[in-house]
């Protein structure tokens, strides 16, 4: 029972961050940020200037080796072109097990209509991805030799391909993105094994993001509700994001923040004091953020409710940002802050 009871809660732990065992960047709550480029290859240089954002994430501030991930993400438009470029690097480690990687994107977009000063385009974006994955296992002990486990640190690098689409009309934007589109066998976990042909081989890690919004209003307050569904292949697990921010204008910039509600289609079971139980993912987060000129700042703390938790704690999350481009008078005109700079 005790067995089951912590098999439990380690799968509801996984679910807090449901893609981080999987390749490539996890989904949080960072795109809220104005950070969509980051999940959405699409959005590279989807204005006519750039992005840089620096993101950094920890979780679990009480439990050793908690997951924590930071990010490195800049893009732009090329001058007078319908191109963009983007770069993003990555750590992400959880545990024994970590993963570095770099995303290169290229991403085309297509102008509709004659009058340049509206918003009105339909971007393609694709990003090839090297990353390294790591194993430690020089702490494992075990009085029985085990020939599942090397006893050493090892690590195998892997190349995937990411997929996007974005329309984006003035205050209105809707992306689609195919993550890790190419089938790797994941070979991390039988290099070095006694009997490497008994370890099962995963090599479909296929996520669908779906995202869709819009702004209201142009004066000193907008609102901004959108959602995102994620959608994992090989487990076929689902999960959605409820969001909600508003910005008002002050004297130095822009004031927002908002909350985000996911919640997964899909629960884990239980057994406590002798009933079982089901319990579905469910993160709330808040988010707060400032625009000052050309700089950005934004936090977000994320909190799992239920019953069967790893630890009462949150998940913090800042990012730094610059913006980069032409003066106001050659921005759209519109209020959308993923393309005006």
Known sequence: MRNLLLCTIACLAAAASPLSAQEGIPVYFDYLSDNYYLVHPSMAGIGQGGKIRLTARQQWFSVDEAPNMQTLNAHYRIRDSRSGLGAIL????????????????????LPFGGDVRILNQLSFGISPTILQSSLDETEFRSVVPDPAVTGSKISATYFNLDLGMSYSYQEFYAHVSILNLLETERELY?????????????????????????????GEWRFEPSTMLQITEFTNEKAIDINAKAYKDVGFGTLWGGLSYRRSFDGAQYVQDGQFGEQRLQLFTPIIGVNVN????????????????????????????????????????????????
């Open 190 to 218: 039988r290099i070095g094994r006694a009997d490497p042909d008994n370890v099962p081989v995963i090599d479909n890690l296929r996520r669908y993001l779906f995202s869709v919004g819009y702004i209201f209003g142009r």
């Open 294 to 341: 050309r700089f950005m700042f934004s936090y977000n703390y994320s909190y799992q409710s239920g019953d069967i938790r790893l630890d009462s704690g949150g998940f913090h999350q800042i990012t730094l940002g610059y913006d980069f481009g032409p003066e106001r008078e050659d921005r759209f005109d519109c209020y959308c802050p993923a393309a005006n700079y």
């Open 90 to 109: 990555f750590n992400d480690a959880n545990g024994y097990h970590s993963q570095t990687g770099l995303k290169l994107t290229y991403a085309h977009h």
